[in-house]
């Protein structure tokens, strides 16, 4: 009976280990998080913000994201969630901000979902249409607020540290990466490259065409010359024979 508890032992600390694991793992996996997780500088994105319900006996009913202030965003437009409610909430900003040649005094700060509902065991996204992204950042971070029927909120609001473990609440973050080849991005780099390239050859055959036309110059010139001189020759030659036959 001994021997046969000592075998179970094992088994039952594997399991425990195990279960431990696993709800150390549970939240990390259960936040509010941007979808996809990456976005180009400079450029406008659609973002989707999903939300898992991490309660077993209750429905979250609100989401409130608020955007980076440091970094405002002059473009928010929400996409209609079939039975939820939206709310843009736009603030003045300290100072004003310049897109597409116009100057733009305020921005939405905050976007708040409400009237639906997430049940256990469910997740809903709430896309956004968000621009013009900075390109003097890395990442944007989105502070959420996720509320429940029982009255319960958890504020994702921490934001994540490179090189540190991961908040017990972590805001959502998005990633700026540089514009991809073929981008708006690029393709603005590579237009004023191949326009660059193009004044270059431009200015080349110019000067090729130059070149040319100063070569001809210079051979008809040679060619007016010697033929001046093959003329002055011939008058020479024909004024001594005249003199010959007249002797």
Request: glycine share 10%; net charge negative.
């Amino acid at each position: 009976m001994n021997a046969m508890r000592l075998r179970r032992l094992p088994v039952l600390g594997c399991l425990t280990a195990g279960g431990l694991v696993l709800l150390a793992a549970g939240p990390a996996f259960a936040h509010v998080s941007v979808q996809p997780g990456q976005a180009e500088k400079g450029g406008y994105s659609t973002i989707n913000f999903k939300v898992p319900n991490e309660r077993d006996d209750s429905s979250t009913v609100k989401l409130e994201v608020t955007l980076p202030a440091d970094h405002p965003l002059a473009s928010v437009m929400p996409q209609p969630v079939p039975g939820w409610d939206v709310k843009v909430t736009k603030s003045k900003l300290p100072k004003p901000m310049e897109m597409h040649g116009e100057k733009i005094n305020e921005a939405v700060t905050k976007v708040t979902w409400t009237g639906g509902k997430i049940e256990p065991g469910m997740f809903q996204q709430f896309p956004l249409s968000v621009g013009q992204l900075p390109d003097d950042a890395d990442q944007l971070a989105f502070k959420a607020l996720q509320t429940y029927d029982n009255k319960e909120v958890v504020r994702w609001i921490e934001e994540p540290k490179e090189g540190a473990a991961e908040p017990e609440n972590p805001a959502p973050v998005l990633k700026l990466v540089a514009p991809a080849e073929g981008s708006d991005g690029a393709a603005a780099a590579s237009g004023q490259d191949k326009d660059s390239e193009k004044a270059g050859a431009e200015n080349s055959a110019s000067k090729d065409a130059s070149d040319d036309e100063d070569g001809s110059d210079t051979t008809a010139r040679v060619l007016g010359i010697a033929g001046i001189v093959i003329g002055a020759a011939g008058v020479v030659f024909g004024v001594v024979a005249s003199r010959r036959r007249s002797v």
